[in-house]
């Protein structure tokens, strides 16, 4: 039993660089940066254990912290993070680049996998963190590193009593790793591209273990972050089960080129394992630190769609904030664009110059807000289970009741949609509500129907599944009621939620579809494929709209706050005459 034991244990933790494919044998030369040389300046060593993780608890971990000479302690250092300890004879490199000034002065943070020991270890074996901290996608690991061991590392001194200082910049960090640990490094400053921008990758593992084999299609429809990458791998690298390593990197590459990204590369014939890595680790940090202290760019994405929507230059500004919980975001014909605070009770105004007045002071709780064809605006009172309607004085009106409503949109004809939740375990319910105030069921059985948006030719009705990853589409017949109902639209779900969590959504003047998401606005082309994501701050967006005087500004709700950018697209607005969008491309 033991020696079952032992093999077990020997084949579940092998070292990330033992292979067992039979490689050529390796031949690189020894570049300069990689040898103690006599006068250079050597930095300090501060071997550590981490034992206090919450977001991994009953973890223990090491922890080598390199501080360089050239670090005075009266002002932050730049940041260098590794995965699996020490690699690549980095102190050595780090020394002899930052004496040679290839390099800003950096301490370097060195952390390996946390270990949850067993408690009797005759009889048990430890489990092995490693898989599920650095193969996992998703922001789990990139929080314990930024709030839990780096404020962990500036709590240390070195052997002198300097204080340990890192800078806040993103421009000044850099992060990597080798195998799982290069997903786990390229994983944190992807889900953090504000506190990382340069990601070394050696032998990635963006395979199918834990998600990573979905990043070369989000490269390529995500937004362009501003990160610079340097990979390494070779063609005898991993073949096997969960994927094939070599051809991964070099899809990786692909995509991060197809998106505007900074990349380099160097391409061996070694397996997995760190012989390349090693020899060629210098060079990666030239690359990576190369022109520093200048920032590291966002690129331009060859994505069409994204450079169709997206401008040079306009990022997210934020309007208001300081919501209980901000939604409802709608716009009227002049571009004003409106939106609830739920909790508050309360409705706020956005003129077309983004100035931000309230409205209502004593508003009835409402979620959904949209405007029809006779100028009012409509909401969904979620403390009456009514839908109400406001005209240009504020003079509310009950349009129905008896309806437990979320969103709504109110069609060119008059005809409005509400969408009634009723849980994500029970069957929800979508109504059609008549000008003449006739009320009638028009579909039942979604999980969490949520927001809802009409096609530019109101044919088509998009209504969001919250509880999954669906977008349903239904024919719109000339009566109102709805058919043709399927799933027609596949959304992208983050690696920590079982759902996309869709909430509201509206259609452009070429029938995309934008989604509130988990992970931001996806934006579905005519035809219901996922061609684009834009990121969102402050978490996930809970609904949007066009507004403007162009109704070319996008606006979003998330959480407490709304903000707005200008995009090279306009939105559809359902409150105007119903027109025929470009022909679907396939």
């Known amino acids: 039993m033991n020696k079952i034991k032992a093999l077990l244990f020997a084949a579940l933790f092998t070292p990330a660089f033992i292979t067992f494919a039979q490689v050529p044998p390796q031949h690189y ?17 501060i071997q550590l254990k981490f034992d206090d993780s919450k977001i991994y608890p ?16 009266k002002k932050p250092a730049c940041l260098y993070v590794n995965q699996d300890g020490v ?11 930052i004496n040679s000034k290839e390099m800003p002065v950096t301490i370097a943070v060195f952390v390996s996998p946390g270990q949850v020991t067993a408690p009797d270890k005759l009889t048990s074996i430890n489990r092995n963190n490693r898989s599920y901290e650095y193969d996992s996608i998703g922001d789990t690991y990139v929080k314990f590193l ?84 340097f990979m390494q791998d070779g063609t005898n690298d991993l073949n096997n ?13 692909r995509a991060f080129q197809f998106a505007g990204y900074e990349v380099d590369h160097v391409w061996g014939e070694g397996g997995h394992e760190g012989i390349q890595a090693t020899a060629t680790y210098p060079q990666a940090m030239r ?7 200048k920032p590291v760019k966002a690129g331009i994405s ?45 409705t706020y105004k956005i003129d077309v110059n983004g100035k931000l007045t309230t409205l209502d002071l004593n508003a009835k709780k409402a979620s959904g807000t949209a405007f029809g064809p006779d100028g009012k605006r409509y909401t969904v009172a979620t403390g009456t289970n009514q839908v109400l309607s406001y005209d240009i004085n504020n003079r509310e009106k009950v349009v129905a009741d008896n309806i437990k409503g979320n969103d709504l949109t109110v069609a060119n004809n008059g005809n409005i949609y509400v969408t009634e939740p009723n849980g994500v375990d029970k069957p929800s319910k979508i109504y059609l509500i008549k000008p003449n105030g006739e009320k009638s069921m028009v579909d039942e059985g ?27 589409a239904f024919l719109v017949k000339p009566d109102g009621t709805l058919t043709a109902k399927e799933h027609f639209g596949w959304l992208h779900v983050p690696d920590n939620a079982d759902n996309a969590w869709a909430d509201g959504a509206k259609c452009d003047i070429n029938n995309r579809i934008y989604v509130a998401t988990r992970l931001g606005l996806q934006i579905f082309d005519e035809i219901g494929r996922v061609i684009s994501i834009m990121p969102t701050p402050n978490g996930s967006p809970s609904n949007l709209c066009f507004g403007g005087p162009n109704f070319d500004m996008l606006y979003v709700s998330i959480k407490d706050k709304v903000y707005r950018r200008k995009v090279g697209v306009k939105g559809a607005n359902s409150f105007d005459k119903p027109f025929k969008p470009n022909t679907p491309k396939i």
């Open 58 to 73: 009953g973890t223990t971990r090491n922890v080598t912290i390199y501080v360089p000479a050239q670090y005075d302690g």
């Open 302 to 346: 060859k994505n069409a769609f994204t450079n169709t929507i997206v401008l040079p230059g306009e990022g997210w500004e934020l309007v208001g904030e300081g919501y209980g919980f901000a939604e409802g975001t709608a716009v009227n014909a002049a571009g004003e664009v409106f939106f609830q605070d739920i909790p508050n009770s309360k």
């Open 241 to 253: 089960y969960v994927g094939d390593w070599w051809i991964t990197a070099q899809m990786m590459e």
């Open 87 to 97: 690699q690549f004879k980095a102190p050595i490199v780090f020394d002899n680049l």
């Open 446 to 472: 979604i999980k969490y129907a949520n927001g809802l948006a009409l096609s530019p030719d109101q044919t088509e009705l998009y209504v969001t599944e919250s509880a999954t990853h669906w977008i349903y």
């Open 146 to 229: 930024l709030n839990e061991l780096l404020p962990f590392v500036e709590s240390q001194k070195t052997a002198d009593g300097r204080p340990i200082l890192l800078s806040e910049n993103a421009n000044d960090r850099a992060i990597g790793g080798s195998s799982s640990g290069a997903i786990a490094a390229f994983n944190a400053a992807w889900e953090r591209p504000d506190k990382f921008s340069r990601v070394y990758s050696s032998i990635g593992t963006y395979v199918g273990f834990r998600g990573a084999e979905r990043f070369p299609t989000l490269i390529r429809k995500y937004e362009p972050r501003a990160l610079r990458i």
């Open 287 to 293: 690359f990576l630190w190369k022109d520093y202290p």
């Open 29 to 45: 030369a020894v570049d300069s940066a990689s040898v103690v040389h006599a006068g250079v300046p050597k930095g300090e060593q």
